[in-house]
């Protein structure tokens, strides 16, 4: 049984950062595609980004690129999320995911859920 756990979130100020992380238990962590979602107050989840485990390829939604960078360490069984120069359009629910499939298939495990508020 896989088990996805997310830490990270908080409170932040606009223009400011964050790095989530999601740890991964239960499984060989490298055997798969590790994802990211959000999901807004009142809007569908949504794909954030996507690291592949077979190659290292990485995946953004075209509007995040450039401000979000996924990456993953292996001898953790971690992925991680930087976030910079956040706005208050970023706060969400966080949501980690993990598929043995492609990065745009549809995801076996989830985490929890960790919440990102940006405000002053």
């Known amino acids: 049984q896989v088990q996805l756990v997310e830490s990270g979130g908080g409170l932040v100020q606009p223009g400011g950062s964050l790095r989530l992380s999601c740890a991964l238990f239960?499984?060989?962590?490298?055997?798969?595609?590790m994802g990211w979602f959000r999901q807004l107050v009142g809007k569908e989840r949504e794909f954030v980004a996507a690291i592949s485990w077979s190659t290292d390829n990485t995946y953004y939604a075209d509007h995040l690129k450039g401000r979000f960078t996924i990456s993953r360490d292996s001898a953790k069984n971690t992925v991680y999320l930087q976030m910079n120069s956040l706005t208050p359009e970023d706060t969400a629910v966080y949501y980690c995911a993990a598929t043995t499939a492609g990065w745009d298939d549809d995801y076996d495990y989830w985490g929890q859920g960790t919440q990102v508020t940006v405000s002053s």
């Open positions: 239960g499984r060989t962590f490298s055997r798969y595609t």
